[in-house]
């Protein structure tokens, strides 16, 4: 069975551009949660999918935004992008959205902004 | 706002040791998830616990949690250089969403 995926791997980004991720999640698995991990701050919640529905978001600005397709892949677009963006993103997929699932993570996506 | 410590934040131990990595965490919850890292990697599911007095065992790494403390404890025994990692627990909210809380991680490295 396939794993969570993410792409692009690495990325490079300049102060104010914008960016999108993409992560698709294991087959079967509904559920997708996004989060972002830094050295200062750890690992933080980003925001969860479950049904092409946004149902939580954590305490990040606006310019951190996402969406789910109905085949369950997701994707996090980040605008106007700073310094302190420069983090690992990782996606992570489970069957339900309920709680008490393991969540399985992908290889997450290393953005560095200049 | 749940928030889950962990201790120590670094912890430097000899081949063939025991010992403990501690994870506390602030609100109700009974459900609480220990991960690995590895340097440059993403996170591998270790153990999923999700009832008072659970007690789960891979090799030579043992997880158990007490709600009534909210405590969950990650137990090595007998460590070998394979198991230097990063470690984090992670609480669910409890609120019927898969949101997980992060506990700051505990930077195993296992001396030869």
Same mark, same amino acid.
């Given at each position: 069975?396939?794993?969570?995926?993410?792409? &692009?791997?690495?990325?490079?980004?300049?102060?104010?551009?914008?960016?999108?991720?993409?992560?698709? &999640?294991?087959?079967?698995?509904?559920?997708?949660?996004?989060?972002?991990?830094?050295?200062?701050?750890?690992?933080?919640?980003?925001?969860?999918?479950?049904?092409?529905?946004?149902?939580?978001?954590?305490?990040?600005?606006?310019?951190?935004?996402?969406?789910?397709?109905?085949?369950?892949?997701?994707?996090?677009?980040?605008?106007?992008?700073?310094?302190?963006?420069?983090?690992?993103?990782?996606?992570?997929?489970?069957?339900?959205?309920?709680?008490?699932?393991?969540?399985?993570?992908? &290889?997450?996506?290393?953005?560095?902004?200049? | +706002?749940?928030?889950? +410590?962990?201790?120590?934040?670094?912890?430097?131990?000899?081949?063939?040791?025991?010992?403990?990595? $501690?994870?506390?965490?602030?609100?109700?919850?009974?459900?609480?998830?220990? $991960?690995?890292?590895?340097?440059?990697?993403?996170? +591998?599911?270790? @153990?999923?616990?999700?009832?008072?007095? #659970?007690?789960?065992? +891979?090799?030579?790494?043992? *997880?158990?949690?007490?709600?009534?403390?909210?405590?969950?404890?990650?137990?090595?025994? #007998? *460590?070998?250089?394979?198991?230097?990692?990063?470690?984090?627990? #992670?609480?669910?909210?409890? @609120?019927?969403?898969?949101?997980?809380? @992060?506990?700051?991680?505990?930077?195993?490295?296992?001396?030869?």
């Amino acid at each position: 069975k396939a794993g969570v995926t993410q792409t &692009p791997r690495y990325l490079i980004k300049t102060r104010g551009q914008q960016v999108t991720l993409s992560c698709s &999640p294991i087959s079967g698995h509904r559920s997708v949660s996004w989060y972002q991990q830094t050295p200062g701050q750890g690992l933080q919640f980003l925001f969860e999918y479950f049904s092409e529905t946004q149902r939580n978001k954590g305490n990040f600005p606006g310019r951190f935004s996402g969406r789910q397709f109905s085949n369950s892949r997701s994707e996090m677009n980040v605008s106007t992008l700073e310094l302190g963006d420069s983090a690992l993103y990782l996606c992570a997929s489970s069957r339900s959205a309920s709680g008490g699932d393991t969540q399985y993570f992908g &290889p997450g996506t290393r953005l560095t902004v200049l | +706002e749940l928030k889950v +410590e962990q201790n120590p934040l670094f912890l430097s131990m000899q081949e063939g040791k025991n010992y403990t990595i $501690y994870c506390n965490y602030s609100t109700t919850s009974d459900r609480l998830y220990w $991960y690995r890292q590895d340097p440059g990697k993403s996170l +591998e599911s270790l @153990f999923v616990l999700l009832s008072n007095g #659970a007690v789960k065992q +891979e090799g030579r790494l043992m *997880a158990s949690l007490d709600t009534k403390a909210r405590l969950s404890t990650l137990h090595i025994t #007998a *460590a070998v250089h394979d198991l230097s990692a990063t470690y984090f627990c #992670a609480v669910d909210s409890n @609120f019927g969403n898969e949101k997980l809380t @992060f506990g700051t991680g505990t930077r195993l490295t296992i001396i030869p």
